[in-house]
């Protein structure tokens, strides 16, 4: 950090488990200071941030009220991680801007909203011009893995035929809650009634195909998305799961598009229990082609609060509105 410049004063917004663990990870930074917070939950009311996320922490009063929370400090940024779908927290980030915050979010919608959510994306992009700061969405995927990072080594290709973009994630590494998002020990029925209901599964698969298609500025038609359990052969004992076959390891999700000239956009994304091999893949077939893998895959949870940490300063710096788009070199 340059010695003239002071910490960025962050409130915490949401201190569930990824949000606690971006409250933990701030007390390393030299260039942040946390210095509010917020959490309606039943579980914090009352508390301090030191008595929620950890010992070392700021005895910082956990607010159930967002002009509460935003009163103490006098915080420039709202580190925000509460929800994915954007009607769930469009109210929330115009709050936060209408009192001068600029906001980092997890919220995996938010990384190419426009096209499912064209007015709430006017709305809160306006709110922030208004009140002269960003709204940027951080993350890993969306965020960078499945959208921004392939954009950006596209700019290393004279032409591209295609993008393919592959995950194979072991939920055996992650917290508790993903395996839960994922129905690992569900029945493969239930499972596939939850899919029904779009109410199982990661959020932003599509958002991401978006992201990546107006990045290389391709004009993309349909795209076919496809969510399946993925069904145990045999008896899975890890991470404290007892999975017995038959039941579901976790899911597996496909989002493909194609652009006017038939040029495909392919994400696939596998996350299950017994995952031995888990991996990352950037494939670019074109001038040159390009392949970049993350042996043993990114570790989300803690890249997702790194992206969090990161966009503070970035946000303070920025221009005002909602970011949907980083100004980056793209291939075509």
Same mark, same amino acid.
């Given at each position: 950090m340059s010695a003239e410049r002071k910490p960025v004063r962050v409130m915490h917004v949401g201190l569930g488990q990824i949000g606690a663990a971006i409250a933990r990870a701030a007390m390393n930074r030299a260039d942040l200071e946390s210095v509010a917070a917020y959490d309606p939950g039943p579980a914090v009311a009352g508390k301090t941030l030191d008595e929620v996320c950890g010992e070392g922490l700021p005895a910082i009063a956990v607010r159930d009220r967002l002009a509460a929370a935003a009163a103490d400090g006098a915080p420039q940024v709202a580190l925000h991680a509460v929800a994915s779908h954007i009607p769930d927290i #469009?109210?929330?980030?115009?709050?936060?801007?209408? $009192?001068?915050?600029?906001? =980092? !979010?997890?919220?995996?919608?938010?990384?190419? @909203?426009?096209?499912?959510?064209? #007015?709430?994306?006017?709305?809160?992009?306006?709110? $922030?011009?208004?009140?002269? =700061? !960003?709204?940027?969405?951080?993350?890993?995927? @969306?965020?960078?893995?499945?959208?921004?990072?392939?954009?950006?080594?596209?700019?290393?290709?004279?032409?591209?035929?295609?993008?393919?973009?592959?995950?194979?994630?072991?939920?055996?590494?992650?917290r508790e809650a993903l395996r839960r998002k994922m129905g690992v020990g569900a029945e493969s029925d239930d499972v596939r009634a939850r899919i029904e209901a779009g109410s199982i599964g990661h959020v932003g698969l599509i958002e991401s195909l978006q992201h990546l298609a107006g990045g290389l500025g391709w004009q993309i038609g349909d795209i076919d998305e496809q969510l399946a359990p993925v069904i145990g052969e045999t008896d899975v004992e890890r991470a404290g799961e007892s999975v017995p076959a038959g039941r579901v390891l976790g899911l597996h999700h496909t989002a493909v598009a194609r652009a006017a000239d038939g040029r495909p956009i392919e994400l696939s994304l596998t996350m299950r229990l017994d995952a031995e091999e888990p991996v990352d893949v950037v494939e670019i077939d074109g001038e040159p082609p390009l392949r970049l893998r993350f042996e043993g895959g990114v570790a989300g949870d803690q890249a997702t609060v790194a992206t969090v940490l990161n966009g503070a300063r970035f946000v303070v710096d920025a221009e005002p509105g909602l970011i949907t788009r980083l100004p980056i070199p793209a291939g075509c």
């Amino acid at each position: 950090m340059s010695a003239e410049r002071k910490p960025v004063r962050v409130m915490h917004v949401g201190l569930g488990q990824i949000g606690a663990a971006i409250a933990r990870a701030a007390m390393n930074r030299a260039d942040l200071e946390s210095v509010a917070a917020y959490d309606p939950g039943p579980a914090v009311a009352g508390k301090t941030l030191d008595e929620v996320c950890g010992e070392g922490l700021p005895a910082i009063a956990v607010r159930d009220r967002l002009a509460a929370a935003a009163a103490d400090g006098a915080p420039q940024v709202a580190l925000h991680a509460v929800a994915s779908h954007i009607p769930d927290i #469009e109210p929330q980030l115009i709050e936060l801007v209408s $009192a001068g915050l600029n906001v =980092v !979010t997890t919220a995996e919608e938010l990384i190419s @909203p426009q096209n499912r959510y064209p #007015e709430a994306t006017a709305r809160i992009d306006e709110a $922030a011009r208004a009140a002269g =700061v !960003t709204i940027f969405a951080a993350g890993v995927n @969306p965020g960078v893995l499945m959208d921004r990072l392939p954009v950006f080594l596209s700019s290393l290709c004279i032409r591209i035929d295609g993008v393919r973009v592959s995950r194979l994630v072991d939920l055996g590494q992650r917290r508790e809650a993903l395996r839960r998002k994922m129905g690992v020990g569900a029945e493969s029925d239930d499972v596939r009634a939850r899919i029904e209901a779009g109410s199982i599964g990661h959020v932003g698969l599509i958002e991401s195909l978006q992201h990546l298609a107006g990045g290389l500025g391709w004009q993309i038609g349909d795209i076919d998305e496809q969510l399946a359990p993925v069904i145990g052969e045999t008896d899975v004992e890890r991470a404290g799961e007892s999975v017995p076959a038959g039941r579901v390891l976790g899911l597996h999700h496909t989002a493909v598009a194609r652009a006017a000239d038939g040029r495909p956009i392919e994400l696939s994304l596998t996350m299950r229990l017994d995952a031995e091999e888990p991996v990352d893949v950037v494939e670019i077939d074109g001038e040159p082609p390009l392949r970049l893998r993350f042996e043993g895959g990114v570790a989300g949870d803690q890249a997702t609060v790194a992206t969090v940490l990161n966009g503070a300063r970035f946000v303070v710096d920025a221009e005002p509105g909602l970011i949907t788009r980083l100004p980056i070199p793209a291939g075509c």
